[in-house]
Every structure is written in structure tokens, then in C-alpha cells.
């Protein structure tokens, strides 16, 4: 019996790869996605799993092990997708984005193709050529401009969907779901109701009060969005760098996330308009197609099962997004140890924005550790 802490995209996966190795597992915890049919809830931003882009956008620059963890993400996420089309994950093509503040510029094209995950495993990759960039992202916007561009086939995840259809794939298959708040682990062993010396610690900022665990280098990042009701259909945009900017449909909702603003120590709930708009000008720049669809169609208020709620910046707005992103200063932790009362803990937490194209290769790794005495 394994006992996985939290209920976000990290727990769900490793719970499904421990399912698959046979175990049977236990899900504690605080806040939980609905099962496949019932109304959603509006989660708080601290949990920040349904609140996520959330896309498959490969570190280009992953080597080794990262990048394995990356590799088996997209894997199962195409496996998902072509044997069940309602998971919430949606295919398409995407667009990236470079500056000079993300993009060397010494190296020639041939060179960094070579060293580029995507250019060797990734889907239909090519180049951008020059004209294929919009013209305002190769201004001075920002005070950098866009430099070089790529194009590939990616991955996009309606969390509210994805989520909701992991909890009901798993607890049809007999893993265990148990709403409750913990504020140790042996008190989640406890609620689980089980002699399991097996636990998976995948609470997130939960982890930086946690006991024994507590943290200290755990912290929350704010994050700060759009939903945007469109029906534009072309690629997905990203741009790296200290300009990140990202534009990201919502398979299944009609709808399309924009943004992006990363805000460690930001501990407001409150929406700052002034955010969103620099949101609105850097998605222009490098999509002005969406931002020109989502403007010149007529949506009403209140229509359909994602309605709008309201109008900013000429835009028909699903929800205005707060979330709060789980970091952890010197990176994620994924390792195993034995603590106090004899409870073996395999850590998975401290992603922060990456949660969801981690999730695969963390579970795998989750299952390995579960297998194996060693740590990694």
C-alpha cells in the first residue's frame, strides 16, 4: 500500500504510474478535482494544479535526465490522447519565440538544431524563416526583440478536464481518494487508514509546513492569467527568456490562456489589471492573429458552458486566473528517505511552472523509487 500526499497533477500521475506497477495507493488530501461529470468547483489559487496552462514546452537546452523526464511526459501524454479523445489534451502545432535574452545568437542554426531536444525527437520541427516572425516581436519591445523562431508539434492540457478524468480513471481501477487536510505524514498514513510505511510527498507548498519534512526553501510563486473565449486555431506561441509570453488553447473549453508573469514573494489574491494589460501588448507581439480573432468575435455574457464573465482590453474573458505556482529555491526534489517512525517518503515536489511537463517523467521516477531501495 502506498499513501501519495496531494491531489494536483504531480500526485494523480505518480499514482497512476504506482497503479501500473500493481500497488495500491491512497490519495490524501486537501483539495481534489471532481470526478468526470460532476460541476466543477473554483479551487483556490493555492492549489495551483487546475490553474496551470498548462503546455508541453520543452527546455531546449535539457540534457540527461531532464530531459528524460521530459521525453516520458510527452509520451504518455500521446499515448492518452490517441486512446481516449476526452482527457482534456489537445495536440498542435507551436511556435517558439527567441530573444537575446534566451537565445545564445554565437551559435549557428546547424549547431544548436544538433543540441536542441525538439530538433531531433520532436514532431514536423523546423526553423521559422523571417518572415514567419510578426514584425512588432522583431522590434525593440520590451527592450528586446525576437531573433530566430521555431515550429513543432506540441501538446496543450485542459487541466479542468485532465484532472478530473485522471481521479476517475484511477479510482475506477481501485485506487483510494480521501478528502482531507494533513499536517504530518504520519497523520495522512493515519487518515488512509493503513499500515503503509510507503509515502509519496507530493504536497506541493504543502511541503514547507509539512512536518517532519518543513521545508524552508519551499515558496509559493504568483502567476497571473487570462482566459480568453476564441476560436482561433492556429499554433500555440511561447516566447522565452526575461520577455516570457505565452499563449495556450484549452482543448475542450473554446478557450485559450494567455499570459505570462512569474511573482515570487506576490502573496495578493487580488487581480492587477495593470498586469493584464502588459499581458495583452506581449501577446500581441507575438500573436497578434489570436488577439485580432479574439476581439472581432461576439460572444455574449453568460453564453454557453464556459461563459464570459467580462471584457478586457477588447477581449471576451472566460476568468481572470490568480495561482500560485509551487517553487522551491535550488530546484524540484525528487528523492527517497526514511524518516521518524519508520515511514520510507519519496519526495516530488518544488516544480513550480513546470508541474505539468515534469508529470510524466516524475511519476515513472516516483515508481522506480517505490520498486527500489536506492534514491535517485
Not at 480573432?293 to 460572444?299: D, I, K, S, V
Not at 455574457?301 to 482590453?313: A, C
Request: proline share 6%; glycine share 12%; hydrophobic share 35%.
Amino acid at each position: 500500500m502506498v499513501v501519495v500526499i496531494g491531489s494536483g497533477v504531480i500526485g494523480l500521475t505518480s499514482a497512476y504510474y504506482l497503479l501500473q506497477e500493481g500497488h495500491e495507493v491512497t490519495v490524501v488530501a486537501r483539495d481534489m478535482p471532481t470526478r468526470v461529470g460532476e460541476p466543477d468547483h473554483d479551487w483556490p489559487g493555492e492549489w495551483a494544479s487546475p490553474w496551470g496552462g498548462a503546455m508541453f514546452h520543452p527546455d531546449p537546452r535539457a540534457q540527461g535526465d531532464e530531459r528524460d523526464i521530459q521525453r516520458e511526459t510527452f509520451r504518455l501524454w500521446w499515448e492518452l490522447y490517441h486512446a481516449d479523445p476526452f482527457t482534456g489534451l489537445g495536440f498542435r502545432l507551436t511556435r517558439d519565440f527567441y530573444d537575446e535574452t534566451s537565445y545564445p545568437g554565437s551559435e549557428s542554426r546547424e549547431k544548436d538544431s544538433e543540441n536542441r531536444m525538439w530538433a531531433r525527437e520532436f514532431p514536423q520541427f523546423r526553423w521559422l524563416q523571417d518572415h514567419e516572425i510578426p514584425a512588432r516581436a522583431k522590434q525593440k519591445t520590451f527592450g528586446g526583440h525576437v531573433t530566430h523562431g521555431v515550429e513543432y508539434l506540441s501538446a496543450s492540457v485542459n487541466p479542468w478536464v485532465y484532472l478530473k478524468w485522471l481521479r476517475t480513471f484511477l479510482e475506477r481501477r481501485g485506487v483510494k481518494f480521501i478528502q482531507s487536510e494533513v499536517s504530518s505524514i504520519a497523520q495522512a498514513v493515519e487518515i488512509a487508514g493503513d499500515h503503509s510505511r510507503l509515502v509519496v510527498n507530493a504536497s506541493g507548498v504543502g511541503a514547507k509546513h509539512m512536518e517532519p519534512v518543513q521545508d524552508a526553501a519551499v515558496k509559493a510563486v504568483r502567476g497571473q492569467t487570462l482566459w480568453v473565449k476564441t476560436s482561433y486555431d492556429g499554433p500555440m506561441c511561447s516566447r522565452t527568456g526575461k520577455y516570457y509570453t505565452y499563449v495556450i488553447p484549452r482543448p475542450q473549453s473554446g478557450g485559450i490562456i494567455i499570459g505570462g508573469i512569474s511573482q515570487p514573494g506576490n502573496f495578493s489574491k487580488v487581480v492587477d489589471d495593470e498586469v493584464n494589460r502588459e499581458i495583452v501588448t506581449k501577446v500581441d507581439t507575438i500573436c497578434p492573429d489570436m488577439i485580432a480573432n479574439a476581439r472581432a468575435t461576439l460572444f455574449e455574457k453568460g453564453d454557453g458552458p464556459l461563459p464570459v464573465t467580462s471584457e478586457f482590453e477588447g477581449l471576451p474573458v472566460i476568468k481572470k486566473i490568480i495561482g500560485f505556482r509551487p517553487g522551491r529555491d535550488g530546484g524540484y526534489r525528487i528523492e527517497k528517505e526514511t524518516i521518524a517512525g519508520g515511514f520510507t517518503v519519496i519526495h516530488a515536489y518544488g516544480f513550480e511552472g513546470q508541474g505539468y511537463i515534469y508529470s510524466g517523467g516524475i511519476g515513472q521516477r516516483v515508481a522506480w523509487l517505490a520498486a527500489t531501495k536506492a534514491s535517485l
